[in-house]
């Protein structure tokens, strides 16, 4: 069902999705034991990535299966949410800063007419 030579252990890099906010991937089966990276060999979904039991093909397997894609999936579905999060913020900063700028250029040109105004005199 699955090609057993395409086996990968996880890389402890991939073991943390966002240390930040805590949420981890996880690195064993139900059985306790190390999960493994498999790529499906079934006419359903070639190629596709999994992982799943390090006891797959031997008969002792827990059963544990999840496609390594929606992880992928869920990672970008956060990265859009953030991305969509910074550009109101720069949106809200780009407001902040005309309004900044145009405060400065009637102070500026306020103090120009009194300037001239008193010069007058």
Known sequence: MAS??????PSWSASYRNSS?????????????RLVLVTSSTAENPGRRFWGCVNYGIGEECGYFVWAESEKEQEVARLKRKITGLKGKVTTLE???????????????????????????
């Open 4 to 9: 057993q030579a395409s086996q990968a252990a």
């Open 21 to 33: 906010q805590g949420r981890r991937r996880r690195t064993t089966c139900y059985c306790g034991e």
């Open 95 to 121: 407001r902040m800063l005309t309004m900044a700028v145009a405060v400065a250029l009637f102070t500026l040109s306020w103090n120009i007419i009194e300037v001239t105004i008193c010069n007058l005199d």
